[in-house]
């Protein structure tokens, strides 16, 4: 309840990839294709040949599909909407992971206080909430890595050679998760064998089926990019790209040197460990917090100190943590993207685990003010989830709506389809509007104005333009606004009132 509460309300907006996740899932919903006519891929081309013609450094935009297979499951049974698709990652984040968190720790501490805990660690952390909410594909690895974990956990305590081939099919189905799973399941791979290792039940049987189940799974991906290799070159071209605001490693790498990347290394690595980002602020990106709480809740700082410290009586479940905390944040170093949690999902993770485990401890202590302390944590941590959740579902959502569509798309959207316009005119680049627009209209069942819409690059080109016809202008655009036979029919505005674009329509 609380992770689909609201979903059509918070976030306010769509972000671009949400829309454009949502089209092609709408089509493979109804076709078993994508916008661009592939049946059922195992990567999804963003492009669609009947939206705006853009053209991007790297090609093809392709995304791995599980986000958008999910939200394609979803829009079988339920109408296109702004809650529909946010489901699928709302029920993973907070449903299935809060689950497999459970069972994880159970399988590692064997302390079902230290399971509820970390699950509820988890369920209540910020980050997760708001990442969670959104339909977009980075909540789609941690199920994968879970699985993984618990397959590990497992197989230490009783090295049965089907968990280790189930181990390798959950990380080969990982794979088709999200982009940082093609470095993630392979290591999580290497981590079974380790793990194994250490605890002297690897055999030559685990590692030959562990291997067979992941290339048995990845084997639809392999010989599809076989076929299609420049989808390939695409996804490395796009990680090669980076955020606005920071270098991706290789940037920094050919700009400044061997100096400049260790630097902006050191940099990007250790904002994921930062306390403020952790604890306090959570992250840079108006979208991703509140701005007044972490991506976890205040007490989980003292609590997964706790934890960590206190699981180094068992070396081998201490490594795990360890490892899995050093290893999360690696890809988006490589990306170069600081304090953006969903890039470092992992750490939701080992921070809950560890952090339940911590409770136990303290539950489990001798003296009565270790006890005391526990139920002290866990009452705040309900206290501070209760104030981020209520802010959650008022001042974020209006003052987060900028960061995801800073074009407040959705009303214009309503705007030109209560006008019955003869045709619709789209700026191009304007901020993705053509997956949204095929979204809005969809969702309206108006697929006919989808299929009177025009795109211009300059007002000139809509001179000829037939009478009660509509033309959305950035309200930017003085110049534009003041076009000969249109007149101003409406004005987009922002939740906060400002004005975003003008819906002008054609007198004669």
């Not at 994880?104 to 590692?108: D, E, P, Q, S």
């Not at 007490?299 to 003292?302: G, K």
């Not at 104030?387 to 008022?394: A, D, E, I, S, V």
């Given at each position: ?31 078993g294709?994508?916008?661009?006519g592939?049946?059922?891929p ?9 939206g ?32 529909v ?17 459970y069972a ?5 501490f ?14 209540l ?9 959104q ?5 789609c ?6 699985g993984?974990?618990w ?38 791979l ?17 590692i030959?089926?562990?291997?067979a ?10 010989l ?9 070159h ?17 940037q ?15 940099h990007i690595?250790w904002?994921?460990?930062d ?10 990106a ?12 205040f007490?989980?700082?003292?609590l ?5 410290i206190?699981?180094?009586h ?62 002290a944590l ?6 501070q989830?209760t ?8 001042t ?14 959705r009303d214009a ?7 019955e ?18 979204f809005y ?13 025009r ?19 950035p ?12 007149s ?8 906060t ?7 002008m329509?054609?007198?004669?």
């Open positions: 309840m609380l992770y689909t509460y609201g979903l059509d309300r918070v976030p306010a907006y769509l972000t671009l990839d949400e829309a454009h996740f949502s089209v092609h899932a709408a089509s493979l919903a109804k076709t294709r994508n916008l661009n592939q049946l059922l195992p990567l999804i081309s963003l492009e669609d040949p009947e705006e013609p853009i053209t991007v450094p790297w090609g093809t935009t392709y995304y791995l599909p599980l986000g958008m297979y999910l939200i394609a499951g979803a829009l079988k049974v339920m109408p296109l909407s702004e809650a698709v946010r489901t699928p990652s709302a029920l993973l984040g907070g449903v299935i992971n809060v689950a497999l968190i994880v720790a159970l399988a590692l064997r302390n079902r206080i230290a399971a509820g805990a970390s699950a509820a660690v988890l369920a952390a910020p980050g997760n909430m708001i990442i969670s909410r339909a977009i594909d980075s909540v690895q941690p199920p994968f890595v879970l993984a974990l397959c590990i956990a497992t197989y230490m305590r009783k090295p049965d050679p089907r968990i280790a081939l189930l181990c390798g099919v959950i990380l080969g189905c990982g794979i088709y998760a999200y982009i940082t799973s093609t470095f993630f399941m392979p290591f999580y290497a981590l079974f064998w380790l793990t194994a290792w250490r605890a002297n039940v690897l055999d030559r049987r685990a030959v089926l562990s291997i189940g992941f290339a048995l799974a990845i084997a639809p991906m392999v599809w990019l076989i076929a299609h290799p420049d989808a390939a695409s996804l490395q071209l796009q990680y090669n790209r980076a955020d606005p605001g920071s270098p991706t490693l290789m920094a790498w050919s700009s400044g040197g061997i100096t400049m990347a260790i630097a902006s290394t050191l690595y904002s994921y460990f306390p403020t980002f952790l604890f306090v602020q959570g992250g840079n108006r979208n991703l917090s509140t701005g007044d709480a972490g991506v976890f809740l007490a989980v700082a003292i997964a100190p706790i934890g960590l206190q699981s180094r068992n070396k081998l479940v201490f490594m795990l943590l360890v490892i899995g905390l050093v290893v999360s944040p690696v890809p988006a170093v490589i990306k170069g993207a600081p304090y953006a949690i969903q890039r470092a999902s992992g750490l939701l993770i080992y921070v809950s685990l560890a952090a339940g485990f911590g409770v136990a401890w303290l539950c489990a202590s001798p003296h009565r003010s270790m006890r005391a302390a526990a139920i866990v009452v705040m941590m309900a206290w989830f104030g981020f959740y209520r802010r959650y579902h008022t974020y959502r209006v003052g987060s709506a900028f960061a995801y569509d800073s074009t407040a798309f959207a309503e705007l030109i389809i209560k006008s316009p003869a045709t619709v005119y789209l700026p191009l680049n304007y901020y993705d509007v053509g997956a949204k627009w095929r209209t969809t969702k309206s069942h108006r697929e006919d104005l989808w299929q009177r819409t795109y211009f690059a300059d007002v000139a080109e809509l001179a000829d333009a037939a009478r009660d016809s509509i033309a959305l202008i309200h930017s655009d003085t110049n534009a606004r003041a076009i000969s036979g249109w101003t029919a409406a004005v987009a505005t922002r939740m009132g400002e004005p975003t674009a003008a819906v329509r054609k007198q004669d």
